[in-house]
């Protein structure tokens, strides 16, 4: 099983700041298996990012998405106000179970 | 626009049984490979199963937590997916979301039903 380590934890940012998530694996993995996902309250996950860095249907271009091998980024240029969420990496390989970090909280600081 | 619906959830004691259905409004149903997903209360995401398109094989794959206890089945004929849960736990206590599998993604998402396992 791949186990997906995101750090931080929750982080404490203005609207406008820029904003970068981490999401290590536990072994190297193809990029195409990595997404990420925004989550607000009491609403379910929404899907930002496919292989790593593709931008799914309807997300804004400040959403960015990077990395390979075991290091994974997700980076909002500019935070918006309806930006403040959790974010979740998800690896989804040939192999499973299909396995998720857990989550970095994105709060108003 | 394609829309999942979760519907089923509600409180059971430990050791019962729950009946999940998610219906999708998808005319490409039938090629959909279709996941559950939960999340307990305060917690973060956590993938249950899969089940693949009948052209797939139909087959279906589980997590370690359920397998054994849970099982997913398809009628492609009323666009519904089923998560069929017996032998319940406290710790089943979660969401339980429908999702639509898209090259290694969850690309659309039900709004979840609530399944409470507590005596």
């Known amino acids: 099983e791949v186990v997906l380590t995101q750090s931080p934890g929750t982080l404490s940012l203005s609207p406008g700041e820029r904003l970068t998530l981490s999401c290590r694996t536990s072994?190297?993995?193809?990029?195409?298996?990595l997404a990420w996902y925004q989550q607000k309250p009491g609403q379910s996950p929404r899907l930002l990012i496919s292989?790593?860095?593709s931008r799914a249907t309807g997300i804004p271009d400040r959403f960015s998405g990077s990395g390979s091998g075991t290091d994974f980024t997700l980076t909002i240029s500019r935070l918006e106000p309806e930006d403040f969420a959790v974010y979740y990496c998800q690896h989804y390989g040939n192999s499973l179970p299909v396995t998720f970090g857990q989550g970095t909280k994105v709060e108003i600081k | 626009e394609v829309h999942l619906v979760e519907s089923g959830g509600g409180l059971v004691k430990p050791g019962g049984s729950l009946r999940l259905s998610c219906a999708v409004s998808?005319?490409?149903?039938?090629?959909?490979?279709m996941n559950w997903l939960r999340q307990a209360p305060g917690k973060g995401l956590e993938w249950v199963g899969r089940?693949?398109?009948?052209?797939?094989?139909?087959?279906?794959d589980y997590a370690a937590p359920v397998k054994g206890r849970f099982t997913m089945s398809r009628d492609d004929s009323k666009n519904t997916v089923f998560l069929e849960m017996n032998s319940l736990k406290i710790e089943d206590t979660a969401m339980y979301y429908c999702?639509?599998?898209?090259?290694?993604?969850?690309?659309?998402w039900g709004q979840g039903t609530m399944v409470t396992v507590s005596s």
């Open positions: 072994e190297s993995v193809s990029s195409a298996s």
């Open positions: 998808d005319f490409t149903f039938n090629d959909r490979w």
């Open positions: 089940i693949k398109s009948k052209t797939s094989g139909g087959t279906t």
């Open positions: 292989g790593a860095s």
């Open positions: 999702a639509r599998d898209y090259w290694s993604t969850f690309d659309i």
